[in-house]
Nanobody, 119 residues
Framework: QVHLVGSGGGSVQAGGSLSLSCAAVGSVASFNAMGWYRQVPGKQRELVEAITTNGITNYADSVKGRFTISSDNAKNTVYLQMNSLKPEDTDAYYC?????????????WGQGNQVTVWG
């Protein structure tokens, strides 16, 4: 069993920065990548950014050059630094652990952390 504990997010004016982190606890050998999805109600869930344990990253074109994912494998923790935030980045961000850079099955979900960008 895997538990994902996310933290961070919040509210910021457009152009500002926020960060997220997510720590995995439990059967951490059952996945090899972590990252975040986001989903606005009524829209399809979007992979924001993911990183594998050997450092391969995958990200949505919409966040290229603005969001950066990093990881501390010893702590089973990933971090997402979000810069130059836009109102369209407003969403609930869900920590996710899975297989490969696309966070495939079998996968696990954490609770969502709200990111709100205004202005």
């Amino acid at each position: 069993q895997v538990h994902l504990v996310g933290s961070g997010g919040g509210s910021v004016q457009a152009g500002g920065s926020l960060s997220l982190s997510c720590a995995a606890v439990g059967s951490v050998a059952s996945f090899n990548a972590m990252g975040w999805y986001r989903q606005v109600p009524g829209k399809q869930r979007e992979l924001v950014e993911a990183i594998t344990t050997n450092g391969i990253t995958n990200y949505a074109d919409s966040v290229k050059g603005r969001f950066t994912i990093s990881s501390d494998n010893a702590k089973n923790t990933v971090y997402l630094q979000m810069n130059s935030l836009k109102p369209e980045d407003t969403d609930a961000y869900y920590c996710h652990a899975g297989q490969g850079p696309n966070l495939g099955f079998p996968y696990y979900w954490g609770q969502g952390n709200q990111v709100t960008v205004w202005g």
